[in-house]
Every structure is written in structure tokens, then in C-alpha cells.
């Protein structure tokens, strides 16, 4: 069974810079398209930056655009968001989500990190 681990969340002043890890375990995990999400409190969950598996192809809400960076390792089976230029609206619990079967649906979550910018 697959499981997806983020970490890295934490608090920042606006401005500031954090990187989000997601660890897969299990060798399969290297052919799932990854992508990150986040969910601000009363809002529901939202797209923000997208993976092909092989790390070559990548895509991201407007709102992040410029400012995030999403790569991938297949030799550590783990998927990073570089989050740059924070704002306080991107205060949310980020989700690390997989893709299984290439449908663009993603069908795996882990947990969520807590990111908090201060003004």
C-alpha cells in the first residue's frame, strides 16, 4: 500500500521562502503523476501545481504562478513544492496528492502540512 508523507509546512513572515517534501513509499510510487493542493479554512480544496511522472511536464494554478516550483525525484520517490514570494493567502493545509492510473484524478492523499504566513 502506498502512503504519501508531506512535510516541511511551518510559519513564515510574507515575502518568505518554504519547501514542501511528499515521500512515497513503495517502488511504484516513481509512476504516479504528483500534484499539490491546499485548503484555506472555509474554502475547499484547491489545485495548486501538477507533475507528469517522469518529472518532465509540470502545471500550476495562476495564483502561484512565477512563485512556486514543483519537481520530482524518482530516486527518492518524493515530490517537492518550492513555495517563494509567500503571500498570506497562501496560508493553507497543503495536500500531497497522486494520480494511480493517469486519469488526472487523483485518488491517493497524505495528510497535510500546516503553511502559516505572517503579515
Known amino acids: 500500500q502506498v502512503q504519501l508523507v508531506e512535510s516541511g509546512g511551518g510559519l513564515v513572515q510574507t515575502g518568505g521562502s518554504l519547501r514542501l517534501s511528499c515521500a512515497a513509499s513503495?517502488?511504484?510510487?516513481?509512476?504516479?503523476?504528483m500534484g499539490w493542493f491546499r485548503q484555506a479554512p472555509g474554502k475547499e480544496r484547491e489545485f495548486v501545481a501538477g507533475i507528469s511522472w517522469t518529472g518532465e511536464s509540470a502545471n500550476y494554478a495562476d495564483s502561484v504562478k512565477g512563485r512556486f516550483t514543483i519537481s520530482k525525484d524518482n530516486t527518492k520517490n518524493t515530490v517537492y513544492l518550492q513555495m517563494n514570494s509567500l503571500k498570506t493567502e497562501d496560508t493553507a493545509v497543503y495536500y500531497c496528492g497522486a494520480d494511480r492510473l493517469g486519469r488526472n484524478e487523483y485518488d491517493l492523499w497524505g495528510q497535510g502540512t500546516q503553511v502559516t504566513v505572517s503579515s
Open positions: 513503495g517502488r511504484t510510487a516513481r509512476r504516479y503523476a
